[in-house]
């Protein structure tokens, strides 16, 4: 009988089908640590997760109450100030002559009513509540008037606006 040959066995490194994520999930080994480990990170994060909210809404009260301590503090300012105000005597004068009417002897008042809608101009005219525009070019008037002013050999007399009477 003939003997039989032996034959090794050569590995061959065949041409991988797998993506690269594909090989790196086959080479994760998971061992009883990494299960502890993860379930501790979860039971932590289900225990610390209320009070972390707790933490986070008093940080958001106390936020709105710093604010409101510094709003009551600008009031207490404003009103510190307004009780300054009230201790001068000319204030209290000011204050007295205009709410209330109050008049020295001899002093004379005069009381204006109504809202000022029947005023008109000298010439009948109502006055206007809305903003007119000019119809004259104010820059070239003062240029013009610039150099009116620098290039006139006229006397200041002469030079004088004829609605402005001269002394």
Do not use: C
Request: aromatic residues 6%; glycine residues 4%.
């Amino acid at each position: 009988m003939a003997r039989r040959q032996r034959t090794q066995k050569v590995p061959v490194a065949l041409p991988s089908m797998e993506s690269a994520p594909e090989q790196w999930l086959r080479n994760i080994r998971l061992s009883g640590f990494t299960f502890v480990m993860l379930g501790l990170i979860i039971l932590a994060v289900i225990v610390l997760a209320p009070s972390l909210r707790l933490v986070i809404e008093q940080q958001q009260q106390l936020a709105e109450l710093t604010t409101a301590v510094e709003q009551q503090k600008e009031a207490v300012a404003d009103l510190e100030s307004n009780v300054d105000r009230w201790s001068d005597p000319a204030y209290i004068e000011a204050q007295a002559r205009d709410r209330l009417k109050y008049v020295f002897p001899g002093d004379f008042t005069y009381s204006v009513k109504g809202d000022g809608s029947e005023l008109t101009t000298t010439d009948g005219a109502p006055i206007s509540t809305e903003i007119q525009t000019t119809e004259v070019d104010w820059v070239h008037t003062v240029v013009s008037s610039l150099f009116t002013a620098g290039l006139t050999d006229d006397t200041a007399a002469e030079l004088e606006s004829p609605q402005v009477p001269v002394p």
